[in-house]
């Protein structure tokens, strides 16, 4: 600032009726020390101008204090986190007044500015429309905000029960446990092969794959396969031969909105697995495939289709109200955000359908994909994974099952049974914990 504007800002600062919005650097509020109230958004951005706003008409409450101290004098609580998401205050307080502080290295309130800076500059810069960050420590949640909105037309702002299709986490939160209940109950060796379990593939190259080689995508299988692909014209449209705008039987499976497939056709997508060929041996390759036979070795064991097994084993009794294949036979479309423009297959906006291709031409229900959830109940899966199979008080599998599955099991990679990890190197984050 120049000295006329710094002056004109003593100048302000003096009046008992101001309060100034410093849309900016934090530290400049060291040029009016005077002033009774401010309001600091670190930015200068129309989300930045619209929580002012919010604060300034009462219809929402300033939730955080500076973590700087531009004045000697500025009454302030220091380095407490910043605006936390609704209904993790009083967690968040519960936490601080606990060991757990900053100087422990486990919460980092800078950090955690930083955080909510990125993404409010993301959602501006158009990177996403909007998200949901939730983070915990210790079975404690130190962290939870929703960003944004459910697309760029901004007419539905996310909220803690924002449901989103968890794409790939399928592999971990539904097949990964359906095995490793299976494993814990003798119903499933990870020495056997699919051919042990799967009389579909015999005679081909599959039948000789282990099971505990699926998990760690060692198998040799392809990435993926775009099945879809095989369904379209040279102009990219649908086959009409195959898809339909309307299912006059229950033998149609729904792709999208109003739109159907034959479901004769997932038997041509699985001879297509069973023909492509294993052009990965000996290397760790992360596929899809692996968990499309995972999921129908364990529906073969539990003669139940993955999503029922799964809801009826861990979903229900976690007491995850918000987890599921197919959401839009439980929740409304208002609830689900949507996915993407889907402009070269569907096309057509996708939303509470798979965004996942292969997934959706098998009817929204697959290993590899398929599940919606909220960054609450997925939460409370992944606790219960680090509490070494316990969730309040209630345990879903023996201590020693989680420990080897997520135990680094591969000679050739950094890979668990079905989860992945970091670096054996104590100083790399990986891609995981």
């Known amino acids: 600032l120049d000295d006329q504007q710094v002056a004109l800002f003593k100048q302000l600062a003096n009046r008992r009726d101001v309060m100034i919005a410093l849309m900016g650097n934090p530290y400049l509020l060291k040029n009016t020390c005077e002033v009774g109230s401010a309001i600091v958004t670190y930015e200068d951005d129309s989300l930045a101008e619209q929580a002012v706003a919010r604060v300034l008409l009462r219809k929402e409450d300033a939730r955080g204090t500076l973590p700087v101290t531009p004045c000697i004098d500025m009454q302030t609580e220091g380095n407490v986190l910043l605006a936390s998401g609704k209904g993790s205050a009083q967690k968040l307080d519960e936490l601080i007044k606990t060991d757990y502080t900053e100087d422990a290295g486990v919460i980092n309130t800078a950090a955690l500015d930083k955080l909510d800076m990125f993404m409010q500059r993301s959602i501006v810069d158009g990177a996403f429309p909007g998200c949901r960050v939730l983070a915990a420590k210790d079975g404690k949640v130190f962290y939870d905000k929703s960003f ?117 056709y997932i038997d041509t997508i699985w001879n297509k697995v069973l023909s492509s060929p294993l052009e990965n041996k000996g290397k760790c390759v992360y596929s899809d495939l692996d968990f499309y036979f995972l999921a129908a070795i364990a529906e073969k064991i539990t003669g139940q289709r993955i999503d029922k097994y799964v809801e009826e084993q861990f979903y229900k009794p976690l007491g995850l109200k918000n987890t599921t294949y197919n959401p839009l036979k439980k929740f409304k479309e208002t609830d689900i955000a949507p996915t993407e423009n889907d402009i070269f297959f569907r096309h057509q906006q996708i ?79 990986g891609p995981a914990v």
């Open 148 to 264: 944004g909105y459910y697309d760029y037309t901004k007419k539905q702002a996310v909220t803690d029960n924002t449901l989103y299709d968890i794409a790939s986490v399928t592999k971990v939160a539904a097949t990964t446990l359906a095995v490793m209940r299976l494993y814990e109950t003798g119903k499933l060796s990870l020495d056997k092969t699919i051919g042990d379990y799967l009389p579909m593939v015999k005679g081909t190259d599959k039948a000789d794959l282990k099971i505990k080689d699926l998990l760690m995508h060692q198998a040799g299988l392809k990435s993926w396969i775009p099945f879809y692909k095989e369904t379209l014209d040279e102009k990219g449209n649908l086959n009409p031969e195959l898809y339909s705008t309307k299912a006059d039987n229950q033998k149609w499976v729904e792709v999208a909105k109003s739109l159907y497939l034959r479901g004769d």
């Open 351 to 429: 939303r509470g359908y798979v965004h996942d291709q292969g997934a959706a031409m098998l009817g929204g229900v697959a290993g590899h994909a398929g599940v919606f959830s909220t960054a609450n109940d997925l939460a409370a899966i992944f606790q219960m994974l680090l509490n070494k199979g316990t969730y309040k008080g209630q345990r879903y599998f023996k201590k020693e099952t989680v420990e080897k599955f997520t135990a680094y099991n591969s000679l050739i990679s950094r890979k668990g049974l079905g989860f992945d990890k970091p670096k054996e190197d104590k100083d790399d984050g």
